[in-house]
């Protein structure tokens, strides 16, 4: 480590300050997060068996921080890191980690270890934490756990993949319905190990477990003593079945403005609580699932290795293969009329390129809108029709600017006049199958986000080259 790194360090790093060393070195004013310089100095220390001062470091820093450091050093100091120093760890750092890296630093770690920290957390973070490992490390991990934490955790795993019952925190507070608050209140402060780390809500049952109503903490705080409960409670509770999926459940946080909800099993007994920070993560997450299906990577990609990153983008390529092979089959069927006018050749491609960009603006806002359930059968004509006109408008305007370039760039202007409508009929099309397409797969059980694009790009490809080359054969041979 050079003097001036040192310094930075010593001059900043134990005022709790370590997150925002030096923010002039990146050229603007950092709010969160680490410098690129705060992170190679402590990669510096860290590499000259410097311990005290990368152990002081991470006592400074939070969860999120040091979660952002591991995943931006190279695997050898992360290795290095996470080996003489993973001790003194919060286990909620392995839980800000991106899924893909957590599960290959967990799996490098002993059984035991990871039982170790899965038992420091709530159950929601645990059960998250051990979703991510293999099989068959999953249950060697398990086997480590007391009896409590094991039954909570395979009851977790039981409910299906993306659903209340995984997402669920089953550390709450229920009370009786017949309670005033001021034996609330004592309840509380009684019962304080027991009690979830941070809760919003008290969930008011009846003898069977059926939650009656909500009661917020700040209704509590604000009530007098002899106030019962069934006085305060609200009866707008919103339960959650277990099975619900995680992306409906964000939809009615989002919709109705929840802190928590309680969930429950199928004979409406409360089971557990979803929190709002919990769907921060998962609204986070659906969003960067389907931005990165449309693109046809997963979401491990940044940190798999070349293989597996290799294997999951061919079977995407290995599709759009096909759409090349019907594009140039297209193109093929007017070879003729390419060899006769050269100029086609060059201008082909803003056709194609303009119908596809186009397209993927539709399609974008229509896979956003079923994803957020503003699009139903209700307004989707509506929104098709839309998509079409937009591209018509934009379609005359651009044939115009392009048609006037292309006609006057080849002395034929009747080649500005072809291309100006082939670009008319192709931005109609990408808006007609940019909406629809999307539409027409969600009705059909399909994930728009993974399907859309691939079926989106052969029709402004082929109607593309189609409408161009088309109309260059009626009109200019």
Same mark, same amino acid.
């Given at each position: 480590?050079?003097?001036?790194?040192?310094?930075?360090?010593?001059?900043?790093?134990?005022?709790?300050?370590?997150?925002?060393?030096?923010?002039?070195?990146?050229?603007?004013?950092?709010?969160?997060?680490?410098?690129?310089?705060?992170?190679?100095?402590?990669?510096?220390?860290?590499?000259?068996?410097?311990?005290?001062?990368?152990?002081?470091?991470?006592?400074?820093?939070?969860?999120?921080?040091?979660?952002?450091?591991?995943?931006?050093?190279?695997?050898?100091?992360?290795?290095?890191?996470?080996?003489?120093?993973?001790?003194?760890?919060?286990?909620?750092?392995?839980?800000?980690?991106?899924?893909?890296?957590?599960?290959?630093?967990?799996?490098?770690?002993?059984?035991?270890?990871?039982?170790?920290?899965? =038992?420091?957390?709530?159950? !929601?973070?645990?059960?998250? @934490? #051990?979703?991510?490992?293999?099989? +068959?490390?999953?249950?060697? %991990? *398990?086997?480590?756990?007391?009896?409590?934490?094991?039954?909570?955790?395979?009851?977790?795993?039981?409910?299906?993949?993306?659903?209340?019952?995984?997402?669920?925190?089953?550390?709450?507070?229920?009370?009786?319905?017949?309670?005033?608050?001021?034996?609330?209140?004592?309840?509380?402060?009684?019962?304080?190990?027991?009690?979830?780390?941070?809760?919003?809500?008290?969930?008011?049952?009846?003898?069977?477990?059926?939650?009656?109503?909500?009661?917020?903490?700040?209704?509590?705080?604000?009530?007098?003593?002899?106030?019962?409960?069934?006085?305060?409670?609200?009866?707008?509770?919103?339960?959650?079945?277990?099975?619900?999926?995680?992306?409906?459940?964000?939809?009615?946080?989002?919709?109705?403005?929840?802190? =928590?909800?309680?969930?429950? !099993?199928?004979?409406?007994? @409360? #089971?557990?609580?979803?929190?709002? +920070?919990?769907?921060?993560? %998962? *609204?986070?997450?659906?969003?960067?699932?389907?931005?990165?299906?449309?693109?046809?990577?997963?979401?491990?990609?940044?940190?798999?290795?070349?293989?597996?990153?290799?294997?999951?983008?061919?079977?995407?390529?290995?599709?759009?293969?096909?759409?090349?092979?019907?594009?140039?089959?297209?193109?093929?069927?007017?070879?003729?009329?390419?060899?006769?006018?050269?100029?086609?050749?060059?201008?082909?491609?803003?056709?194609?390129?303009?119908?596809?960009?186009?397209?993927?603006?539709?399609?974008?806002?229509?896979?956003?809108?079923?994803?957020?359930?503003?699009?139903?059968?209700?307004?989707?004509?509506?929104?098709?029709?839309?998509?079409?006109?937009?591209?018509?408008?934009?379609?005359?305007?651009?044939?115009?600017?392009?048609?006037?370039?292309?006609?006057?760039?080849?002395?034929?202007?009747?080649?500005?006049?072809?291309?100006?409508?082939?670009? *008319?009929?192709?931005?109609?099309?990408?808006?007609?199958?940019?909406?629809?397409?999307?539409?027409?797969?969600?009705?059909?059980?399909?994930?728009?986000?993974?399907?859309?694009?691939?079926?989106?790009?052969?029709?402004?490809?082929?109607?593309?080259?189609?409408?161009?080359?088309?109309?260059?054969?009626?009109?200019?041979?």
């Amino acid at each position: 480590m050079d003097n001036d790194d040192r310094d930075l360090i010593e001059k900043n790093g134990t005022d709790s300050l370590g997150a925002q060393i030096a923010p002039e070195d990146e050229g603007d004013d950092v709010v969160f997060g680490l410098t690129d310089r705060y992170i190679q100095a402590i990669v510096e220390a860290l590499r000259n068996g410097e311990e005290d001062i990368v152990s002081r470091e991470l006592a400074d820093l939070s969860e999120a921080d040091i979660a952002e450091l591991i995943e931006k050093v190279e695997d050898e100091d992360r290795q290095t890191l996470l080996q003489t120093h993973g001790d003194l760890l919060d286990p909620y750092v392995f839980s800000e980690l991106d899924s893909g890296l957590r599960r290959k630093v967990l799996t490098e770690m002993p059984a035991r270890q990871v039982a170790a920290l899965i =038992s420091e957390m709530d159950s !929601d973070d645990a059960l998250d @934490l #051990i979703i991510d490992l293999p099989d +068959d490390f999953q249950h060697e %991990v *398990i086997r480590f756990l007391s009896a409590k934490t094991r039954i909570t955790l395979e009851e977790g795993l039981n409910f299906p993949e993306e659903s209340a019952g995984r997402l669920m925190q089953r550390e709450f507070v229920a009370v009786p319905q017949f309670w005033t608050i001021g034996k609330t209140i004592d309840y509380l402060r009684a019962a304080t190990e027991e009690l979830p780390d941070e809760f919003f809500d008290l969930f008011v049952i009846d003898p069977a477990y059926h939650v009656v109503g909500i009661i917020p903490l700040n209704r509590v705080v604000r009530s007098k003593r002899s106030e019962k409960l069934e006085d305060l409670k609200l009866e707008d509770i919103h339960p959650i079945p277990a099975t619900m999926d995680q992306e409906e459940v964000a939809q009615l946080f989002r919709r109705e403005n929840l802190t =928590s909800a309680p969930v429950v !099993d199928e004979s409406g007994r @409360l #089971i557990g609580v979803v929190t709002v +920070d919990d769907i921060v993560d %998962v *609204i986070d997450e659906e969003a960067q699932e389907d931005f990165l299906k449309l693109g046809g990577v997963g979401q491990d990609d940044l940190y798999s290795n070349i293989r597996g990153t290799t294997r999951a983008r061919f079977p995407w390529l290995f599709v759009n293969l096909f759409t090349a092979f019907s594009a140039a089959a297209v193109i093929s069927l007017f070879s003729n009329t390419i060899e006769q006018l050269v100029a086609l050749a060059a201008l082909m491609p803003i056709v194609a390129s303009m119908g596809g960009n186009a397209g993927t603006q539709a399609l974008t806002v229509a896979v956003r809108a079923l994803a957020t359930r503003e699009l139903s059968s209700i307004n989707e004509r509506r929104i098709v029709i839309k998509e079409v006109l937009v591209g018509a408008i934009n379609g005359c305007i651009f044939a115009i600017l392009i048609g006037c370039v292309a006609g006057f760039a080849f002395s034929n202007p009747m080649l500005g006049v072809v291309i100006g409508m082939a670009l *008319i009929i192709n931005l109609i099309n990408a808006g007609l199958f940019g909406a629809g397409i999307p539409i027409v797969l969600n009705k059909l059980g399909a994930d728009p986000a993974v399907a859309s694009a691939v079926f989106l790009t052969t029709m402004t490809d082929i109607v593309g080259f189609f409408a161009f080359l088309g109309l260059a054969t009626i009109f200019l041979l």
